[in-house]
T-cell receptor, first 115, second 114 residues
């Protein structure tokens, strides 16, 4: 049981390049989230999904797109990378049990640098 | 949307002393309040959480209190140890009006001095 797995762990991009970050969870969780973490800013929600085929915007969605084609996977895409998107990206998942939201489980993060 | 304020941003305590971190939230509909610990270069990990129908919860040296009326909640760590040194984040979860978001505070860097 691996929990939440993020791929890749590190990446360096040039401005204008595109890439996709992959998040996979094996806990059968309904909810999945993408956050970015910048120094002094805490964790900020980019996009989230409450189930397969659904996505919603979070606090800082601009410049990112997401897809949830399978329940276990949540993809975060950068169509045209900008230096302001240099950050550590965390994926998380959670479930609902008896109508109550449960703790979010985080992946190890992806450290992304845009030059 | 929800807004979570966390204080202090940094906290230094002597080993064995207590540490208290405080958070306030803005949305009275928020009903779940987790606390995460993040060590340098690692993922955030849940250390304790509390729901809106409970006023206090304890787990060994860690306790969380919630005041719904004042919309604030606090983390208390007693008998601090060097391994408690980390960044701690509070969060508030709102699940109303089609929103299912966890909003985090900006974190408190706790340093426990041996």
């Amino acid at each position: 049981n691996a929990g939440v797995t993020q791929t890749p762990k590190f990446r360096v991009l040039k401005t204008g390049q595109s890439m996709t970050l992959l998040c996979a969870q094996d806990m059968n969780h309904e909810y999945m989230y993408w956050y970015r973490q910048d120094p002094g800013m805490g964790l900020r929600l980019i996009h989230y999904s409450v189930g397969e085929g659904t996505t919603a915007k979070g606090e800082v969605p601009d410049g990112y797109n997401v897809s949830r084609l399978k329940k276990q996977n949540f993809l975060l895409g950068l169509e045209s990378a900008a230096p302001s998107q240099t950050s550590v990206y965390f994926c998380a998942s959670s479930m609902i049990n008896r109508g109550l939201n449960q703790p979010q489980h985080f992946g190890d993060g992806t450290r992304l640098s845009i030059l | 949307g929800e807004n979570v304020e966390q204080h202090p941003s940094t906290l230094s305590v002597q080993e064995g002393d207590s540490a208290v971190i405080k958070c306030t939230y803005s949305d009275s509909a928020s009903n779940y309040f987790p606390w995460y610990k993040q060590e340098l270069g690692k993922r955030p990990q849940l250390i304790i959480d509390i729901r809106s129908n409970v006023g206090e919860k304890k787990d060994q040296r860690i306790a969380v209190t919630l005041n719904k009326t004042a919309k604030h909640f606090s983390l208390h760590i007693t008998e601090t140890q060097p391994e408690d040194s980390a960044v701690y984040f509070c969060a508030a979860f709102e699940s109303g009006a089609g929103s299912y978001q966890l909003t985090f505070g900006k974190g408190t860097k706790l340093s426990v001095i041996p």
